[in-house]
């Protein structure tokens, strides 16, 4: 089965541009189109897509606020991948904290696109680890540090989860994460598994920003 894609833009050019390169894979379809995040969600409980590509700013409804109201309102919702002009907006961060699985810049060249558009829908990699290092040491704020900091001390993650976590926010795969600690890809994938699940978090991106706000991992 393709991955199928739901565009969200308010630019009809990016909107063309991203389908003719995503439409030229055999292993991935383009099912709607939209040009305001205000019409995510009925379009996305009609066709059901695996991943939405988002524009992060729109004028009606932002990425920020259609990310939020996507997961607040929308059963087993798609991978969401924002889509901006510059990596270190703090609109961009905004998104990933409200359940934003990744980012996708504009400028990207057609292969970048493709394999962001795959690696989200299999939810196996964080993207752009160095952008979301830099992201969480200038926007995290002292609360969001502290709740952060709780939220890994009530995880009580173990020695070794400790080390997935750290290696996940490298921006490594589950298959280098198990090369790395000389285990089997199915053992990655339950510690990953049991991180998600201590952290409350989403997604590894979810994860991943715990880790940096916490202090867990530093930032840079």
């Not at 099912?31 to 004028?59: H, N, T």
């Amino acid at each position: 089965m393709p991955v199928t894609v739901l565009l969200v833009d308010d630019e009809p050019l990016v909107r063309a541009g991203l389908r003719a390169v995503l439409e030229a894979q055999a292993d991935i379809e383009v099912v709607g189109e939209a040009a305001d995040g205000a019409a995510v969600i009925p379009l996305v409980r009609r066709l059901r897509p695996d991943v939405v590509a988002m524009d992060v700013r729109m004028p009606l409804l932002d990425g920020i606020e259609a990310t939020r109201a996507l997961l607040r309102s929308v059963d087993a919702p798609p991978k969401i991948l924002v889509v901006t002009t510059f990596e270190n907006d703090e609109y961009v961060y905004g998104a990933l904290r409200a359940g934003a699985d990744g980012f996708l810049l504009k400028r990207a060249r057609p292969a970048e696109i493709v394999h962001a558009v795959r690696l989200v829908a299999e939810g196996e990699s964080l993207l752009f680890p160095a952008s979301v290092r830099r992201l969480a040491a200038q926007y995290a704020d002292g609360d969001g540090n502290r709740a952060a900091r709780d939220r890994l001390a009530r995880a009580r993650l173990t020695e070794r989860e400790g080390e997935v976590l750290r290696l996940m926010a490298r921006g490594l795969t589950n298959a280098e994460i198990a090369a790395k600690l000389v285990v089997g890809t199915e053992t990655v994938k339950s510690h990953v598994s049991a991180v998600l699940a201590k952290l409350g978090a989403r997604d590894r991106t979810q994860a991943v920003i715990a880790a940096y706000e916490s202090g867990f991992v530093a930032p840079g």
